[in-house]
C-alpha cells in the first residue's frame, strides 16, 4: 500500500491561506473602497523590488554567481528577496543548483515530469527537507549567514512597509490588502511560473536537452526570467533575454547599477555561441523534416545545410577570432606600457577593416543559408 502523502504544515498553510486570503479580500475591498493612488503605487513598487530581489540577488547573483555586487547591493537583495517568504538565499540557492545539476530527473526538486501543479508550488508544501548541498561558497558571506538565521524576520519587516504607510495615513486596510497580502501572492506565483510554465510551454532555440523554454509573455512578469532554455544552457550568464529586443528589466537595472560602480564583472556568453547554438537547432529541426522526405530530395538538401552550415560556423569563429586578437592585443600593449594614441588608432583602424571583410563575409554565409533553408522547406513541401 503507498504511503500517504505527507505535508509541510507551514508552508502549506502560508502558500494556500495567503491565496485564499487574498481571493476573498481583494473583491472585498473593491467592493467597499475604490482603491487610492498610493495603494497602487505601494503594490506595483514593492512587488517590483521583491520581485527583482529573487530575479537579481537570489537567482543570478547568489545562485549563479553571474557578476560580483557591492555590500549594499547584496544587502538590499538579502532584505528584499526574504520578503518573498520563498526561504533564505542559502537555502533557495541550494534548491536551485540542485535543480540545474539534476533538471528533469527525480533528484529535481521541482521536476516538470511530476506535473505542472507539483512544479509550481505542490513541491513546496511536501515535508520533504532537502539538506543544504553545493552552496559552500555562499556560506563564506557573513551577509548571506545572517540573513539565512533571521530570513523570516527581516522579510516580515520589509512587508509591513506598506502596513507603516496605512497607520501613517489612516487608510489601514487598504495598505494591508493590497501592499501586503496581494504583494506576497503575486510574489509567490509570478516565481513559481518560472519552475511550472517555463518547463511546458514555448520555445527551444537554444537546446532541446530539457524541459526549459523561452517564453517571451512571461518575461515582464517575471522581471526577465521568461528566457528559460537560454538561461539553462547558459546559466552564468547574467542576463535571461541576452537579445537587445527581448524584456529583461533585471537586466536594464543591473546595467544602470553597473555605471554607479555598485556591480561589476558581468559574465557572459559570446554573440558567436547564441548564433551557433540557434544555428544547430534550426538545422537540426530541417533535417527531422528531410528525413520524412524521400532520399532523392532528402540528400541533396542535407548536403545543401550541410555546407551552408559550416560557411556559417567559419565565418563566426573568424569574427570572434579577430576580436580575442584585438583584445589580446591591447592588454600586451598595457603590460608594455606602449598602449600611446598613435599604436592605437593605428591598430583600431588595422582592427575596423578586418571586421567589416569578416562581417561582410558572415553577411553572405548567413544569406546562403537562408536560401538552402528556404530551398528545404520549398522540397518538403512539394516532395
Known amino acids: 500500500m503507498p504511503q500517504a502523502k505527507r505535508w509541510n504544515v507551514l508552508n502549506t498553510s502560508f502558500l494556500v491561506g495567503t491565496l485564499i486570503l487574498a481571493l476573498v479580500l481583494v473583491p472585498w475591498r473593491l467592493l467597499v473602497a475604490r482603491p487610492v493612488l498610493g495603494e497602487i503605487l505601494t503594490f506595483a513598487v514593492m512587488t517590483f523590488l521583491v520581485g527583482t530581489a529573487i530575479s537579481g540577488g537570489y537567482h543570478r547573483l547568489f545562485s549563479h554567481r553571474a557578476y560580483k ?12 528577496g526574504a520578503a518573498a517568504f520563498e526561504n533564505s538565499a542559502l537555502k533557495w540557492s541550494s534548491d536551485h543548483r540542485i535543480h540545474h545539476r539534476h533538471v528533469d530527473t527525480d533528484q529535481d526538486p521541482y521536476e516538470i515530469g511530476k506535473g ?9 508544501m511536501e515535508a520533504k527537507d532537502l539538506p543544504l548541498a553545493g552552496v559552500a561558497d555562499l556560506e563564506q558571506d ?13 522579510g516580515a519587516l520589509v512587508s509591513l ?15 494591508l490588502v493590497w501592499g501586503v497580502l496581494l504583494r506576497i501572492v503575486v510574489n509567490h506565483h509570478t516565481t513559481f511560473l518560472i519552475n511550472s510554465a517555463a518547463h511546458r510551454f514555448g520555445s527551444r532555440p537554444y537546446t532541446d536537452k530539457n524541459t526549459a523554454r523561452d517564453n517571451w509573455l512571461l518575461a515582464p512578469l517575471t522581471y526577465g526570467e521568461g528566457y ?10 547574467y542576463r535571461n533575454g541576452a537579445l537587445w529586443y527581448q524584456w529583461d528589466s533585471t537586466k536594464w537595472l543591473l546595467n544602470v547599477l ?18 551557433r547554438a540557434r544555428l544547430h537547432m534550426e538545422e537540426k529541426r530541417l533535417r527531422e523534416r528531410l ?10 538538401m542535407q548536403q545543401r545545410l550541410a555546407s551552408a552550415r559550416l560557411k556559417v560556423d567559419e565565418a563566426l569563429a573568424a569574427l570572434s577570432e579577430r576580436r580575442e586578437t584585438f583584445r589580446a592585443r591591447q592588454a600586451e600593449w598595457k603590460a608594455k606600457g606602449r598602449a600611446r594614441a598613435e599604436a592605437r588608432r593605428e591598430a583600431r ?15 553572405a554565409a548567413w544569406a546562403e543559408w537562408r536560401a538552402a533553408r528556404r530551398e528545404v522547406r520549398t522540397a518538403l513541401v512539394f516532395a
Request: with cysteine.
Open 258 to 275: 553597473a555605471w554607479f560602480g555598485l556591480v561589476s564583472g558581468f559574465r557572459r556568453v559570446s554573440a558567436s555561441a547564441i548564433q
Open 228 to 237: 528559460h532554455n537560454f538561461h539553462h544552457l547558459w546559466q552564468w550568464d
Open 142 to 154: 557573513p551577509l548571506v549567514r545572517w540573513q539565512h538565521r533571521n530570513h523570516f524576520l527581516i
Open 161 to 175: 512597509i506598506p502596513l507603516g504607510i496605512g497607520l501613517a495615513t489612516g487608510n489601514v486596510w487598504g495598505y
Open 116 to 124: 505542472f501543479w507539483y512544479a509550481h508550488w505542490t513541491w513546496a
Open 349 to 363: 583602424e588595422e582592427w575596423k577593416a578586418a571586421l567589416v571583410q569578416h562581417r561582410l563575409e558572415l553577411r
Open 291 to 300: 528525413a520524412l522526405a524521400s532520399p532523392g530530395v532528402a540528400t541533396p
Open 69 to 80: 555586487a557591492s555590500w549594499p547591493v547584496r544587502l538590499f537583495f538579502l532584505c528584499f
